[in-house]
């Protein structure tokens, strides 16, 4: 304790063991030590005494795609970095696609890197790509600190990120294997899509018939079965279909290295519910039905799915036309996403050490940032949320910092306010008021 210079206290605290009364303190920008609710603190050390609100691990998104450089207006690195904060998240890892340039090569790393450097108000990292030609480039990559390589296994929506098909598949994965890297999929399968029926328009049901969950469930099989062969570590993102947990749930079981994300739209938004012409609820895989979603937090709260991520992204909102057909796919979460998994996991009689498990921890393990992140224990960076679990909001997409105020979530009612977010031991919101940018960029650690 003496050579803290800042505890933290609170009646809720969330560790690992639980959650209980403790104080926390923080040196160097980490967690020195976890506490005793009533430790001493000798004068001269910075005393927060949260009260009743809870502290908890800021969290750890690893699915945001920030579009900088290239599609800034649709959204950038201090906006988003922003939006994030804001909603209590610490760390996030950038998606390859949708900034000009692509992740895919070591230079185009750098020119990420270095965009991202100035504007980053919580840490950054990155994911690579793995597109049909760059297959060379995986390893420098790898070696250059990126925590993984997404691909698409269906048009990805860009055209200067093609999808792999089989063989692509094959031969990118066979290379990420022999460095023991990780690969992240888009797992819908292209000619179930091209079969099923295309019907443009404002209907919710004709564009949720048209990204059939066998898409899903097929691509997802043929990813399980790579992996198998190759002894490769897979992680299936933004699972939507919950038709595809028994496979999953067999291939754990069985020992293949794969992992599975979902997402909050996924969890607390229906089909159901869309609006005709509502084209802020259109992503890919889609949002299904109800009786779908009740699947899916029985998956999380049994560990077939692993983790919760935003996939976060926006675009201008002149894209999200009432066409569903032709609208940019894609939810804006990122401030939201704690209230809304909270809201709903409250509901359904999780606790929110389930959602801190499914936000924090697990995200921060698949990206082996798990000795630094995820958790409020001795030794992690001092990052963290402060969050009002019983006080509600409406939300007002004015109040939202993402550069688009896009949202599916606008006039909803949610549980959990965050108070404040700390990165590192350094107050970085506060009641709408941010600090300079503190965030700084993060590479895999082998
Ligand atoms: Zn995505």
New binding site residues.
């Given amino acids: 304790m003496s050579d803290a210079e800042l505890v933290l206290r609170s009646t809720r605290v969330i560790t690992p063991e639980g959650t209980r009364p403790a104080s926390v303190a923080v040196a160097d920008g980490k967690i020195a030590a976890v506490l005793p609710y009533d430790a001493d603190v000798p004068s001269g050390v910075r005393l927060e005494d949260l009260g009743d609100d809870v502290l908890l691990p800021g969290l750890v998104d690893t699915?945001v795609?920030v579009n900088d450089p290239g599609r800034t207006e649709w959204e950038g690195f201090w906006t988003a970095t922003r939006a994030a904060a804001a909603g209590g998240i610490t760390t996030l890892v950038d998606?390859p696609l949708n900034s000009l340039p692509p992740t895919t090569t070591v230079d185009h790393l750098r020119t990420k890197q270095e965009v991202a450097a100035d504007k980053a108000h919580i840490d950054v990292g990155f994911w690579g790509g793995a597109l049909p030609d760059n297959v060379k480039d995986l390893r420098p990559l790898h070696e250059s600190g990126v925590f993984g390589f997404k691909a698409f296994l269906s048009p990805s929506g860009v055209d200067e990120f093609p999808h792999l098909d089989q063989d692509g598949l094959a031969r990118s994965l066979a290379e990420i294997a022999s460095f023991d890297g990780l690969l992240i999929v888009?797992a819908e399968d292209p000619h179930h899509l091209e079969a099923a029926p295309q019907q443009p328009g404002p209907r919710y049901a004709d564009f949720l018939a048209s990204r059939p969950r066998d898409a899903e469930d097929t691509a997802i099989a043929q990813l399980i079965a790579q992996a198998k062969r190759l002894n490769a570590r897979v992680h299936v993102?933004?699972l939507s279909s919950s038709d595809a947990l028994p496979l999953i749930a067999r291939a754990k079981a069985d020992g293949v290295r794969v992992t599975v994300e979902t997402c909050p739209h996924y969890l607390t938004l229906t089909a159901e519910e869309v609006p005709d012409g509502a084209s802020e609820f259109k992503c890919c895989p889609p949002i299904r039905e109800s009786a779908n979603q009740d699947l899916l937090w029985q998956a999380l709260a049994d560990g077939t799915v692993d983790c919760v991520v935003t996939?976060h992204?926006p675009s201008t909102a002149d894209l999200k036309t009432d066409d569903f057909a032709t609208a940019w796919g894609?939810i804006s979460g990122l401030q939201l996403s704690l209230a809304a998994v909270w809201t709903e996991a409250r509901r359904r009689g999780h606790s929110l050490e389930d959602v801190v498990r499914w936000m924090s921890a697990r995200t921060a393990e698949l990206v082996g940032l798990d000795a630094r992140k995820g958790a409020i224990e001795a030794g992690r960076d001092a990052d963290f949320a402060v969050l009002a679990p019983d006080e509600t909001f409406t939300v007002d997409p004015a109040a939202l910092q993402h550069r688009n105020r896009v949202t599916a979530y606008a006039g909803k009612t949610l549980y959990g306010v965050v108070k404040s977010t700390w990165l590192r031991g350094e107050r970085i919101v506060a009641d709408g008021e941010f600090t300079a940018p503190k965030g700084r960029l993060l590479t895999r650690t082998p």
């Fill in positions: 699915h795609h998606m888009h993102l933004h996939d992204s894609g």
